[in-house]
């Protein structure tokens, strides 16, 4: 998945203001105690990373 993809989903699923704020602020143990922008900084892949998101956040399947 590539990144422009991944924010796309974010912006969709949380809206756009709110997507920013949560990659930021939102620590996740499925990240290894990162945020959304942590883990992409440590060289985990969108795709692994938007899994989690799913996960954690309960996004429908359709979105996924």
């Excluded at 998945?1 to 996740?28: I, P, S």
């Excluded at 900084?41 to 799913?54: H, L, N």
Aim: charged share 25%; net charge negative.
């Amino acid at each position: 998945m590539r990144l422009t993809v991944f924010w796309e989903r974010m912006a969709e699923h949380f809206g756009a203001g709110y997507a920013e704020n949560f990659a930021r602020d939102h620590v996740m143990s499925e990240l290894g105690g990162r945020t959304v922008h942590e883990a992409l900084a440590a060289g985990w892949d969108a795709k692994s990373v938007w899994q989690v998101v799913c996960s954690v956040m309960d996004v429908p399947a359709e979105r996924r």
